[in-house]
């Protein structure tokens, strides 16, 4: 039955029963997280010969020693391995670190102390940015270090509302950009439809300087059903917008976090641009691990066999949080979810001004989430109900263990809200 028919006495009963299963719980001392979508031991544990085998020849193909400083934007395997990988020109590629989130955070600071396209720099200007909600936490800090205004932008089941999106950028100068995850966005999983694509690549914007930041983070973490995202590289050549898009990916969420290889790309003239600050802040990333990576992968179709078995054990992962969903809370009426094809999350909505008190109840029973809010720019969810599942990190037992958890505190939660609300009916 739906707990919003049930009355206040009914709900009372049902709240008097979840506590004694509650406190159970809390006595158990439990130590469980959820919060981060970091990789499991099995998931790192499929790369480890990227440590294990030695490198045979440290030339590259170019005939340059990797041991040594040089090659800028990368050597040239690796660079072919994303290109082929991503469908990107290699001369628009830039290979960094090991993470993506370093070099989007450059990209902002660029364009804070220089500007872009002979423009004005960020940091002189009142700069707004888009941000597609619900969203990614790290990308929202990131804007909010350089002080910019963020806007929300409600998410659709084909991306942000472009409607809005294009009402928005075609009457405000101070709009420099948008911020996207557009493959198994985080944290919903939505896939943006070729449509979406197209109109970021060809809308009208009154900032001559608008960038697109694309974090194509998922780009092939395919789980139930593989997607196919529009090339907005090739799109936005054929609409001459193609410096607008500031591209990003990496291999930390594919091999390891902490020493994946990571790139940038944009369009012929802004890739320059990048370069030439490049060229100044390093001479060069690490060359040994970028050939270490390729010599693990050979080319795009050893990295898509790697992502098969990656796959299969986040599927197990994505399994138990959506079937215990079923079980626990679908004929309840006080969840809905996303049911994602890929990705590392799973994002779910509870009844507005639930999601606080979820959250708080799990910490108190020994299970961390995410941050209720964390999904918005300034931890501000306006109806306080967006919770996101990362279920990548814990052993199977201990995921089983936590979404059971999650499903007595939430509920417990609801039904404390609907008490409160029909007692002052």
Not at 61 to 74: A, F, H, K
Not at 260 to 269: E, F, K, L, P, Q
């Amino acid at each position: 039955m739906k707990y919003k028919y049930m009355s206040v006495e009914e709900l009372k009963k049902l709240e008097q029963r979840l506590n004694i299963e509650y406190e159970n719980i809390k006595t158990s001392n439990l130590s469980l997280d959820m919060s981060r979508g970091k990789p499991a031991s099995a998931q790192l544990d499929l790369s480890n010969d990227i440590l294990a085998k030695p490198i045979d020849n440290y030339i590259t193909s170019e005939g340059i020693d990797s041991r040594n400083y040089g090659i800028l934007d990368g050597i040239t395997e690796i660079k072919t391995l994303f290109s082929s990988l991503l469908d990107i020109p290699n001369k628009n590629i830039i290979i960094g670190g090991n993470s993506s989130l370093n070099l989007i955070y450059d990209a902002f600071a660029r364009l804070y102390i220089f500007g872009a396209d002979g423009s004005e720099p960020w940091g002189k200007c009142k700069t707004k940015i888009l941000c597609p909600v619900p969203g990614y936490d790290r990308h929202f800090a990131i804007c909010e270090e350089f002080g910019f205004e963020m806007i929300n932008i409600p998410m659709t089941d084909e991306g942000p509302d472009m409607d809005m999106v294009e009402n928005l950028v075609r009457e405000d100068e101070n709009i420099k950009g948008i911020i996207c995850v557009p493959l198994y966005s985080n944290p919903d999983g939505i896939c943006y439809s070729d449509s979406t694509v197209e109109r970021l690549s060809c809308m009208q914007t009154k900032a001559k300087d608008f960038k697109i930041f694309w974090d194509n983070a998922y780009a092939i973490h395919h789980v139930y059903k593989e997607h196919k995202l529009a090339n907005i590289f090739s799109l936005s050549k054929k609409y001459g917008t193609d410096d607008r898009i500031i591209y990003f990916f990496s291999t930390s969420k594919i091999t390891f976090p902490g020493s994946g290889v990571a790139m940038i790309a944009s369009g012929d003239n802004y890739i320059e641009e990048i370069k030439k600050h490049f060229g100044i802040q390093t001479i060069g990333h690490n060359k040994l691990n970028q050939l270490r990576t390729f010599n693990f992968f050979h080319n795009a179709e050893g990295v898509k066999e790697h992502m098969k078995k990656l796959g299969d054990l986040l599927k197990e992962k994505f399994d138990i949080v959506l079937n215990t969903l079923d079980k626990e809370v679908a004929d309840k009426g006080i969840l809905k979810w996303n049911k994602p094809d890929g990705g590392y999350f799973i994002s779910v909505f509870t009844l507005p001004g639930c999601a606080s008190e979820t959250v708080k109840l799990a910490r108190e029973a020994g299970l961390v989430l995410t941050g209720a809010g964390a999904t918005y720019p300034y931890h501000n969810d306006p109806e306080d109900s967006n919770i996101r599942l990362a279920p990548s990190y814990p052993t199977c037992g201990e995921l089983q263990k936590a979404i059971d958890i999650f499903c007595v505190c939430l509920k417990l939660a609801t039904i404390r809200k609907l008490i409160e609300q029909k007692e002052q009916q």
